[in-house]
């Protein structure tokens, strides 16, 4: 290797943005590679509309190599890190094994879904943590309206307009706010069904956006309750069947649609590294080092990153975090080249924005609460700015939205089979 190599592994928001600075600063001095099993970086944030027919999934999913000039595209997916050799072992899409040296690694490989060890959840619930999932959901959506309107059986009709949805996060939430207005348009031509579509949210928390400032909690509440979604706190999901999902509280929805929203977990392969962890997040110094590996860096999901501003907590796992210490991670790994100063991980929360769908949102930029319309603009606002690329195609789709009808159309492309829950071990 004649210039030092610096390998990223995991393209969402902290692997995006180290590359982006690193390649600026390095300014052709080193070999910037970038490691991921797409070849796109996946605006998460977005994935609810994509879901519910707002958004076409490639408007949500940002070229890498287009917003990454001077940067090393690998497409695989790494398997093993040997952290003595300095070397990743990594897989390309048509399985060929492969083993890539460096001088300096960050890792950001952000999470997977979260599992429970609950009866039934494993087969009949599917998670939401990419398009594939996105996709399959929407068609879903519309086969069970248009399979409701053939059936002759009231109660199945009412099964199959019934959507359950575990988890009552940011996730959770708009996916159920968003969903009930989808699958009230694609209900509204047909007189069989047009009254049916009822969407359930279930929490264990005492509140929806257990994890946000409360003035969210109320206005999402709001918008759920005004759109007829009910919201059932302190409940669980203790069964989950082909036919209906029983309830913690005794009570069984008969549904085919049960969507897993209870959380994420850090990526699989940080277990298996052999180093320190907290929570499942690989421990690392503030300066996102990990301690006793100076060529090693995490940032995002997958690290366990201390919050200064909060001693004794682990920084969030957002978008908003994994943006800043991926810049921050390049810095240092330039800094650990005699190129400026380290500098430690300090980030104070700008706010948090939840798209309900319509023309509903809440959001709390620098502590304001917003609902209604100037949420809205808020948080649409927030999006483009925060997305690396395809802002325009994205502001059409919205525009389309606004002027025209969604299509009821299911592709099929992606059956329930190909995205198990449990897919990432
Ligand atoms: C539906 C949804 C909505 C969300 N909405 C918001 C929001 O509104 N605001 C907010 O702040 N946060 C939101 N989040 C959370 C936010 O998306 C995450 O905190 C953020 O993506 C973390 O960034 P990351 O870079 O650590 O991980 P990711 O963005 O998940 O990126 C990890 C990357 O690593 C790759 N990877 C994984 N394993 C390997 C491997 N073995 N080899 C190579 N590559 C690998 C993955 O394919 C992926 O490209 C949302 C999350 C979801 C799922």
Redesign the pocket.
């Known amino acids: 290797m004649a210039r030092p190599r610096i390998v990223i592994?995991?393209?969402?928001?902290?692997?995006?943005?180290a590359a982006r600075r690193l390649q600026r600063l390095a300014r052709g001095r080193a070999e910037i590679v970038l490691?991921?099993?797409?070849d796109y970086?996946?605006?998460?944030?977005?994935?609810?509309e994509v879901a519910t027919g707002v958004l076409e999934p490639r408007r949500i999913s940002v070229p890498l190599a287009a917003t990454l000039p001077g940067v090393r595209v690998l497409l695989?997916?790494?398997?093993a890190v040997d952290l003595n050799a300095r070397t990743v072992e990594?897989a390309d899409p048509e399985g060929r094994r492969r083993v890539l040296g460096y001088h300096r690694l960050v890792l950001?490989?952000?999470?997977?879904n979260k599992l429970l060890p609950v009866p039934g959840v494993s087969e009949y619930a599917h998670g939401?943590?990419?398009v594939a999932e996105?996709l399959y959901l929407r068609d879903h959506l519309t086969r069970q309206i248009e399979l409701a309107e053939q059936a002759t059986d009231p109660a199945e009709r009412r099964a199959r307009c019934t959507f359950v949805v575990a988890g009552a996060g940011?996730?959770g939430t708009?996916?159920a706010a968003q969903g009930t207005l989808f699958t009230a348009a694609l209900a509204a031509g047909r007189p069989l069904v047009r009254d049916l579509p009822r969407w359930l949210v279930v929490d264990t928390a005492d509140r929806v956006l257990p994890t946000l400032d409360p003035r969210l909690s109320h206005t999402a509440a709001e918008v759920l309750r005004m759109r007829g979604v009910r919201v059932l706190t302190g409940t669980g999901v203790d069964r989950a069947g082909p036919d209906g999902v029983r309830l913690s509280t005794g009570e069984q929805v008969p549904t085919r649609t049960l969507v897993w929203?209870v959380g994420?977990r850090p990526?699989p392969?940080v277990a298996g590294l052999g180093l320190a962890t907290q929570d499942g997040r690989l421990v690392v110094d503030e300066f996102l080092n990990v301690p006793g590996r100076p060529d090693v860096f995490a940032?995002?999901?997958?690290?366990a990153v201390p919050d200064v501003l909060r001693p004794g907590s682990l920084t969030?796992?957002?978008?908003?975090?994994?943006?800043r210490?991926?810049r921050l991670a390049a810095g240092n790994v330039a800094a650990s080249y005699g190129h400026g100063r380290r500098r430690p991980y300090r980030h104070r929360d700008l706010g948090?924005?939840?798209?309900l769908g319509g023309w509903k949102a809440a959001a709390n930029p620098l502590g304001v609460p917003l609902g209604g319309v100037a949420g809205k603009a808020v948080t649409r606002g927030y999006?483009l700015l925060s997305m690396p690329g395809n802002r325009t195609r994205v502001v059409t789709d919205w525009l389309l939205d606004a002027t025209l009808s969604r299509q009821p159309v299911q592709l099929g492309l992606v059956r329930g089979s190909a995205i198990p829950l449990a897919a990432?071990g």
């Open positions: 592994v995991g393209a969402g928001f902290a692997g995006h943005s490691l991921n099993p797409t970086f996946l605006y998460l944030p977005l994935l609810p695989g997916h790494a398997g990594w950001a490989l952000g999470s997977v939401f943590r990419g996105a940011y996730t708009e996916v929203c994420v990526e392969l940032c995002g999901d997958a690290a969030g796992m957002t978008a908003q975090h994994a943006v210490q991926g948090f924005a939840v798209d999006h990432d």
